[in-house]
């Protein structure tokens, strides 16, 4: 069983803002956003790509989220997501899949396609941990920069029973260990700066 607290946006936002130079986006500012389609410079505002994807979702993905959420510890639950992704999906490119330089795909063509790139496959660890049931304040989904100097889209989870927060990354920097053997996650030589930290109800921005 989880040793869950009770989270809520008060605790995540002092909780983010203690850790990362990162400032949540008020109402007001919420017209952040992100280009999903370079072709047609289709943008997307990043919260509402994610919560969008959760509203009558397709049911393989419904299927998926009900096997994982018999898994009644978050800790493991997630871990097995990301074990699912990474053991059955291939990393792809968005110039070889779409003939396109950036392209988010929505998780249910990830699913079909069975490869994308970093915000593909781990925007589908994302869906698939929301429907099963982990809580929004406990999954973010990050855009930043890594050391090899390029834009990389992962994502971090707070574990309620080690108190703290770790990344889950299937592409760039993939670990499956249980939850009691990982980092803490910090911003380092491997991930080493957060732009934009949201999820499907919040958006934090680089201050």
Known sequence: MNNEIEFSEKFMVKYIKSIFNLRPVTPIRSYIAWVIDSEYRTTERLDLFLKQQLINPAEELNQLADEFSKIKDYDKRIISILEFVVYNFNYETDINNHNKVEFWEVAKTVLDMKSADCEGLNGLIFIIARLSGIPSWLIWSCIGSVNVNQGHYWLLYYSTTQNKLVSIDA????????????????????YTTIWYMFNDTTIFKYS
């Open 171 to 190: 592409t760039y920097y993939p670990d499956l260990k249980i939850m009691k053997k990982r980092k803490e996650f910090q911003t380092d030589l491997n």
